[in-house]
Each structure stands twice: as structure tokens, then as C-alpha cells.
């Protein structure tokens, strides 16, 4: 009996195995971007309702600390699977991180969450939808 099998297909256009590392990148980016959406939907109601300074620094100091580790896992992703725009992506990342620490020192608790509004606003619409989609998309061609 002859056998007339073929070699499987290759699972990836990438046969180094990071077809598997943007998978588990682009699920764990995703996540990390429905918690920061939900830290802006935070901060926008704190602002509507004029919550105490307390409150308000609690918030400015989650949102600076979880989007600067977002951005260093992200960048750390983009290294991880050779993705060719990361030095622009990085850009964007070091210049809303300024943005991000300087909201900190700020005196006025609401003028900051004012802002951190206005930051996030710009940064979903420019960062998020654009910037980020075409690394995800680029994590999704690697794992498929």
C-alpha cells in the first residue's frame, strides 16, 4: 500500500513559534485594553459627580500605574515577535506616558481627572482604534 500523505501545512507563515506568542499577546492586550477603557469610564464619572480629591488621586495613580505596565508588556510583546512598526508604536507610548505621569502633578485633583479625560478621549480614538489595531492586526496574521 502506498501512502499518499503530504506534510501537514505549516500552522503559521511564522515557523518560529511566535504564531503561539501573538495569540496569547493579542488576548492578553485585548484584556489589558477593556481594563483600561473601564479606568476611563471610571475617571469620567468620578469627574461628572466631583468626587473628593482622594478619590480622584486613587484613580489618577491606578490609571498611571496600570497603563505605564500595559505599555511596557505591550512593548515587551512587539520585541517578542519582531513587529516592524515598534519604534513609531513606542513613541506614541513614551509621549501619553509623559502625559500620564504629569497628570500626577497636578494640583487641582479635578483639573487632573479633567484632563486624564481629555487624554484618554484622544487616546482611544487615535491610539487605541488606530495604532493598536494594526499591531493587533499584525498579531493576528502571525497566528494564523
Keep these: 500500500m502506498t ?11 511564522f515557523p518560529d513559534g511566535s504564531d503561539e506568542l501573538a495569540a496569547l499577546g493579542l ?20 469627574f461628572m459627580r ?9 484613580i489618577l495613580l ?15 510583546l512587539m520585541d517578542s515577535v519582531a513587529y516592524p512598526g515598534s519604534e513609531t ?7 501619553l506616558a509623559g502625559q500620564v505621569r504629569g497628570l500626577l502633578d497636578v494640583r487641582s485633583k ?3 481627572l479633567q484632563s486624564a479625560v481629555s487624554v484618554l478621549d484622544v487616546w482611544l480614538d487615535a491610539h487605541l482604534r488606530i495604532t ?5 492586526d499584525y498579531l493576528r496574521r502571525k497566528k494564523q
Excluded at 28 to 46: D, W, Y
Excluded at 62 to 76: I, P
Excluded at 132 to 136: A, N, T
Aim: net charge negative.
Design 89 to 95: 508604536h513606542k513613541q506614541e507610548h513614551e509621549q
Design 110 to 112: 479635578q483639573e487632573a
Design 62 to 76: 491606578d490609571f498611571s500605574g496600570y497603563t505605564l505596565t500595559h505599555f511596557r508588556e505591550e512593548e515587551k
Design 132 to 136: 493598536d489595531k494594526e499591531f493587533f
Design 3 to 13: 501512502s499518499n500523505s503530504n506534510p501537514p501545512p505549516e500552522s503559521s507563515e
Design 27 to 46: 488576548a492578553i492586550a485585548e484584556n489589558e485594553h477593556s481594563r483600561i477603557i473601564g479606568l476611563m469610564q471610571q475617571a469620567t464619572q468620578a
Design 50 to 58: 466631583q468626587a473628593s480629591a482622594s478619590e480622584v488621586n486613587a
